[in-house]
């Protein structure tokens, strides 16, 4: 077992490290507000620490599932970040959904310390992370990678080395172009079939056990066709995403007319107030 910190408690985080409670390890939570970390360890025991760079002293591994690149060169760098707790061969795994541009950087600085760095972000939504089932694409040294994935197994049902650091990132970025275009689809399918007069759940009960199965269709459509919205990745956080890709598309010379398209699918949603609401509410706009 190892001594573990974790940065970063929101929908996803906190019950991520509490899987790595579970698990025997020994966790030391930070989250920008405390109250988050004061439940963490009123549930889970542990320790709160109330900077990144105190909860990251004489840690191991330092795992961190924060917001945007911002948030993530906050909790890593400068004389509060985790860094600079950190001693030499510790781990510092990254679970953000970030540029490849702002991974690479930390991961010069890094080794630049005497640390090692894994890009780890991950897919399964809050229902994968709660149920320790979270798919988690990684980009770093085969080296680094053996070091942290047994204790990544905490909340993973698949972990796997992709390539170099920021390879994880690119590889988010694919799962997020496939999100966007599955959830479009999805929510026309049902928006017809309602038009039509069809009743949905019969419909998907025969289709998804075709070609057309996707996991968006098994574990979304009935809230999609109850307007329920409440169950996961928010827009905002998808509209986040998307603009990564956009922008890395236009980096390395990519075509990604469907996924602008959609992101903008996704703005109209923020635009009626929807942007907390989960990604399968695109179907909002067609109804």
Avoid at 34 to 52: I, L, Y
Avoid at 179 to 196: D, N
Wanted: proline share 3%.
């Amino acid at each position: 077992m190892a001594k573990v910190a974790f940065l970063g408690l929101g929908v996803m985080g906190f019950p991520m490290a509490g899987h790595l409670a579970a698990k025997g390890h020994e966790v030391t939570v930070y989250n920008r507000t405390p109250a988050k970390a004061e439940a963490w360890v009123a549930r889970h025991k542990g320790r709160a620490a109330v900077t990144p760079r105190e909860a990251a002293t004489g840690a191991e591994f330092v795992m961190a599932c924060v917001g945007n690149d911002d948030d993530l060169a906050q909790v890593a760098t400068g004389p509060d970040g985790a860094f600079s707790g950190m001693g030499k061969g510790a781990v510092f795994i990254d679970h953000t959904t970030v540029s490849a541009t702002i991974t690479r950087k930390l991961a010069a600085e890094a080794t630049a310390l005497g640390l090692h760095f894994v890009d780890a972000p991950v897919s399964g939504g809050q229902a994968g992370a709660e149920n320790g089932q979270l798919s988690i694409m990684c980009g770093g040294s085969p080296e680094d990678y053996a070091k942290a994935e047994p204790v990544m197994a905490a909340y993973a049902r698949i972990c796997r080395l992709i390539g170099e650091s920021g390879a994880g990132q690119l590889a988010k970025m694919m799962n997020q172009i496939c999100i966007a275009g599955l959830m479009q689809g999805l929510s026309e399918a049902l928006a017809f079939g309602q038009k039509a007069g069809l009743d949905g759940e019969k419909v998907v009960e025969v289709i998804s056990q075709g070609a057309a199965g996707s996991w968006q269709m098994v574990n979304r459509h009935k809230t999609m066709l109850q307007d329920k919205f409440d169950f996961g990745f928010a827009v905002d956080w998808m509209r986040k995403d998307l603009g990564i890709c956009l922008q890395t598309a236009d980096e390395i010379g990519a075509r990604l007319p469907v996924t602008a398209l959609v992101d903008q699918f996704y703005k109209d949603v923020q635009l009626m107030g929807g942007g907390r609401n989960d990604t399968s509410s695109l179907i909002r706009r067609l109804k």
